[in-house]
């Protein structure tokens, strides 16, 4: 394990940064990932040597930013085994993936009194779009119960769907709790009652392998910026027959065949759904952390994140007024805590301090956050390239938040 973590480690040009004279321990990796050289030198290789539009010109150099820009879309489909090169959309990140199906999709296909099943762990990307549809078109929310543990109540799942229910959307992996869904089991009941399963993606596929046709979801969502890719790219996995039928969500060029003042005749997807110049870079850097990521492989990244999950969780549980939020059964290596009369954006604050980068906050879960009775928690997220050392820099730092603060 701790060879993998020094052989990973050394790809992470960031990791040698001191901060507050600390060496760097970075714990926030749920919010975004650091980067790794291959990626960095791929999106400077385009920007480099073939910085053209893509679809566009019939130069040399379009037509190498074009291959670039669809061999990357070619890696996605592997990476998630989707059957279609066609049903892969580029999108600016999971909440961009989220919004094109709630707009192009539910809200063209879905009545009023048409019902939308969520969860109480939802991330407010894959609550928001949602719940400004049910405004618009009177459609209705319903919402899946979290247990104590932070689990989905699957009990309540299974009596929320009935003949109205035409959606449902949840998260793979909590952002903030760190639990793992039974995906599987959700989107089979889904199709039972003939209702469709959108998979929000965010924190799962950084962590574990996703076969698309194998779990049968209709979407699935994802953003680069977790994946050790860049920022500002994302993915919208979609059915191929649900994306021919669905109609464009933004207008503009590239995702039309013809144009006149008269008719616009739309182009075919992914296109359709891609108007205006992409973000070229932004892809290929995706593309170049998928081949990093299926080079280590995700049997050795799940050991090396199961086992710093468990370490944390022993040495976080071993300090005295520290309380973990989320203990499901099954998890991905994120701990949200709290410290009793402590506010999590002071524990955020001190460990910042020791050079420990955290997420303090409401992690964007504000309705999970309530259903806890917390404002707040603070959350470690680790990755491939923690190691035990961060485990016992993290201890250090909460131990001494205590110290300051109680
Ligand atoms: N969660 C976190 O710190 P974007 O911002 O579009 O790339 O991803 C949104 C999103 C959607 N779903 C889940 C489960 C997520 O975790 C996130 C992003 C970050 O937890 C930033 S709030």
């Known amino acids: 394990m701790s060879s993998l973590y020094e052989q990973i480690r050394a790809d992470f040009p960031i990791l040698g940064k001191k901060v507050n004279g600390h060496p760097l321990t970075y714990l926030d990796s749920a919010a975004a990932s650091l980067k790794p050289l291959p990626v960095i030198e791929a999106v400077e290789r385009f920007y480099r040597e073939m910085p053209a539009n893509v679809h566009r010109g019939v130069h040399s150099l379009s037509r190498e930013a074009t291959a670039a820009y669809e061999g990357a879309r ?75 543990a932070g689990e989905l109540d699957m009990e309540a799942f299974h009596s929320l769907l009935g003949p109205r229910t035409k959606l449902v959307a949840v998260t793979q992996v909590s952002n903030a709790l760190g639990t793992i869904n039974p995906v599987e ?58 994306l021919e039928d669905m109609p464009p969500f933004l207008g503009g060029g590239d995702m039309i065949l013809s144009v006149s003042f008269e008719e616009i005749c739309y182009n075919k997807p992914p296109y359709r759904f891609e108007a205006g110049t992409p973000n070229i870079a932004g892809a290929v850097g995706l593309g170049r952390a998928i081949d990093y990521v299926r080079a280590i492989g995700f049997d050795r990244i799940q050991e090396h994140e199961q086992n710093l999950l468990r370490g944390a969780t022993a040495a976080l549980n071993s300090l005295e007024g520290v309380r973990i939020i989320g203990t499901a ?50 959350r470690a997220a680790f990755s491939i390239y923690n190691s035990e050392d961060d485990i016992e820099r993290l201890a250090a730092a909460v131990h001494k938040v205590r110290e300051i603060m109680l």
């Open 74 to 148: 070619e890696t996605v489909r592997k990476f998630i085994n989707a059957a279609r090169i066609e049903e892969i959309v580029f999108t600016s990140g999971t909440t961009a993936s989220i919004n094109l199906a709630a707009r192009s999709w539910a809200a063209t296909q879905l009545r009023k009194g048409d019902e939308i099943v969520l969860s109480h762990m939802e991330h407010h990307s894959n609550i928001v779009p949602w719940k400004m549809l049910c405004e618009e078109n009177g459609f209705i929310l319903k919402i899946i119960p979290v247990t104590d």
């Open 185 to 242: 089991e959700i989107i089979a009941a889904a199709h039972a009652h003939g209702a469709l399963a959108l998979i929000d993606a965010a924190q799962s596929a950084p962590c574990m392998p996703i076969d698309v046709q194998a779990l049968d979801c209709d979407f699935l969502a994802f953003s680069g910026h977790k994946l050790f890719g860049p920022t500002g790219i994302g993915v919208l996995y979609a059915k191929a027959g649900l």
């Open 329 to 378: 059964e099954k998890k991905a290596a994120v701990i949200s805590f709290v410290i009793d009369g402590v506010h999590p954006h002071d524990i955020g604050s001190i460990v910042d301090s020791c050079g420990v980068a955290i997420r303090a906050g409401h992690h964007c879960a504000q309705p999970l956050m309530t259903r806890f009775g917390l404002p707040a928690t603070a």
